[in-house]
């Protein structure tokens, strides 16, 4: 009972990839090192606040998520797919 678990609230986290989601689209023509350092701020933030010890699989699936949604944005850019 002593031991602590990291509650991963599903509403936070899929509203927090939304909002991601939609600064990417806006971001879409920007310089890609812009986009880098946005993204980096934004993890680096979300593993501050998030990162205890038995939450690695949410900063996993966040990060995962985050990864997926850039490069399906650096996909639209051209015709060419470069970015996988």
């Known amino acids: 009972?002593?031991?602590?678990?990291?509650?991963?609230?599903?509403?936070?986290?899929?509203?927090?990839?939304?909002?991601?989601?939609l600064l990417l689209v806006k971001m879409r023509t920007c310089r890609l090192?812009?986009?880098?350092?946005?993204?980096?701020?934004?993890?680096?933030?979300?593993?501050?606040?998030?990162g205890i010890t038995d939450n690695t699989e949410s900063i996993t699936a966040f990060r995962y998520n985050i990864m997926r949604s850039?490069?399906?944005?650096?996909?639209?850019?051209s015709q060419k797919k470069s970015y996988n």
């Open 1 to 21: 009972m002593g031991e602590k678990r990291a509650y991963k609230d599903k509403k936070k986290f899929a509203k927090k990839c939304r909002e991601v989601n």
């Open 33 to 50: 090192k812009e986009i880098i350092a946005k993204l980096n701020q934004i993890l680096t933030g979300y593993y501050h606040y998030y």
């Open 70 to 77: 850039l490069f399906y944005c650096l996909n639209r850019r």
